[in-house]
């Protein structure tokens, strides 16, 4: 069979099975498995595959077919244009998060502060990490999470990247295995309610480390921790930036407000038109 049979006969089988992205998952499965461009799929649809290249691509297509991420059965996935490695232990950075890294970069490009020293709670792959430190001179970020697995994938993906000279991983609970103070608080913490869980895709409900989802009845069991034990940790007016879910704005709107920790606080969308974003400044304390 050739690429371009190949690529018509399991885009089909995939879009029997529901997949809404049938056609590009079978060519970024069958371009892992050839070792070569999406491009080069195109320009020789007729060379005809191996048995064996045969063979290791039906293998991945069932992976697909059963329901298994692309990004978990190529290895990676791209994010702020960077290539990280990803596995079960961590979650697949989403887009929605390249939006937390720009509006951190966006805080800082105009406030001229140098060296800036950034904490990133629940690291997981190390996405946010190391897009800010591939973009930030002089930063210095500490990234913890309380999965070891994940952080050898994140110490993994700042060599890759040529930035992990700048970031110190630590595993631990949230703030318990870092000290000192700092310029921002950056964390995509799991914001999934119990509730909500049930309705996740089978794609992320199946195969998405829990850990990394995850967050009590209500959701909101990290933002609590992140806003009330992660101002201490800020230096006065420093910035706490979180990724929050789809409808949580009100409420952690109040739970911003009501810690009266913060001032500043607004909210950013992301690409979809959602509030995806908080951003809050410590307060000064006089005296
Ligand atoms: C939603 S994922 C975010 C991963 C990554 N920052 C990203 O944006 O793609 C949340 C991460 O928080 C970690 N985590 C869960 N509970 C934690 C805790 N108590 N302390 C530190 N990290 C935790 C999980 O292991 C997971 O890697």
């Known amino acids: 069979m050739n690429i371009q049979g190949i690529l018509q006969k399991t885009a089909m089988a995939f879009k029997r099975c529901g997949i809404p992205s049938a056609r590009l998952d079978a060519e970024v499965l069958l371009s892992c498995c050839l070792k070569t461009q999406r491009l080069t799929l195109y320009k020789y649809p007729g060379r005809i595959l191996t048995d064996d290249e045969l063979c290791r691509f039906q293998k991945l297509a069932e992976r697909r077919r059963k329901g298994e991420p692309v990004a978990y059965i190529i290895g990676q996935k791209e994010f702020w244009s960077l290539c990280l490695k990803v596995d079960e232990h961590v979650l697949i950075p989403r887009p929605e998060t390249e939006c937390l890294v720009e509006e ?45 697995a994940a952080l ?73 921790i992140l806003i009330h ?17 789809a409808a949580q704005r009100k409420n952690i709107e109040a739970m ?8 500043s606080i607004s909210f950013k969308r992301d690409y979809a038109g959602i509030d995806r974003i908080a951003k809050a400044r410590r307060k000064t304390t006089h005296g």
């Open 104 to 148: 951190v970069l966006n805080t800082f490009a105009a406030s001229f502060r140098h060296n800036l020293r950034i904490l990133d709670v629940g690291t997981g792959s190390g996405a946010i990490s190391i897009a800010l430190a591939s973009e930030i001179k002089d930063v210095r970020i500490e990234a913890t999470d309380i999965s070891a």
């Open 152 to 224: 050898a994938i994140a110490r993994e993906n700042a060599g890759n990247n040529g930035v992990h000279e700048s970031i110190v991983f630590h595993c631990g609970n949230m703030f318990e295995p870092v000290s000192g103070k700092f310029d921002a608080i950056v964390s995509n913490p799991p914001y999934i309610s119990d509730e909500e869980f049930t309705h996740l895709s089978d794609g992320v409900r199946l195969y998405e480390p829990k850990e990394a989802l995850m967050a009590g009845p209500r959701g909101t069991k990290y933002f609590s």
């Open 229 to 245: 034990e992660g101002a201490p940790f800020l230096k006065e007016d420093g910035w706490l930036f979180m990724e929050i879910g």
């Open 256 to 263: 911003l407000i009501e810690s009266d920790l913060y001032d």
